[in-house]
């Protein structure tokens, strides 16, 4: 049965920093993290691809943020650092076999997600 579970979610103050991990119970050829904001469509922070560990970043997450993943403890994480009021949203963990990045097409797989709330 797919499963991907998130947490690390939480509340946090500008410039702030949160962890979200993810765990999976099988293999994937790509992960990724998207976001929600409330009224507004969900859209891609990360993704790392399984073969050869390569990453992909929306731009408002490169620099700032850092997709990893512990393939042998079967977690992904989401390490945000800086964060902004903007950053707040339902963060998903997903996941697919076909293509990697961070375009929503390319995953079939989704978690539950876990809040985050960055405040000023």
């Known amino acids: 049965q797919v499963e991907l579970v998130e947490s690390g979610g939480g509340s946090v103050q500008v410039g702030g920093s949160l962890r979200l991990s993810c765990g999976y119970t099988s293999g994937y050829k790509c992960m990724g993290w998207f976001r929600q904001a409330p009224g507004k469509e969900r859209e891609g922070v990360a993704a790392?691809?399984?073969?050869?560990?390569?990453?992909y970043y929306s731009t408002f997450a490169a620099g700032r943020f850092t997709i990893r993943r512990d393939n042998a403890k079967k977690l992904l994480y989401l390490q945000m650092n800086s964060l902004k009021p903007e950053n707040s949203g339902m963060y998903y963990c997903?996941?697919?076999?076909?293509?990697?990045?961070?375009?929503?097409?390319?995953?079939?797989?989704w978690g539950q997600g876990t809040q985050v709330t960055v405040s000023s």
């Open positions: 790392i691809k399984t073969a050869g560990g390569s990453t």
């Open positions: 997903a996941a697919g076999n076909t293509y990697c990045s961070t375009y929503e097409e390319y995953f079939g797989y």
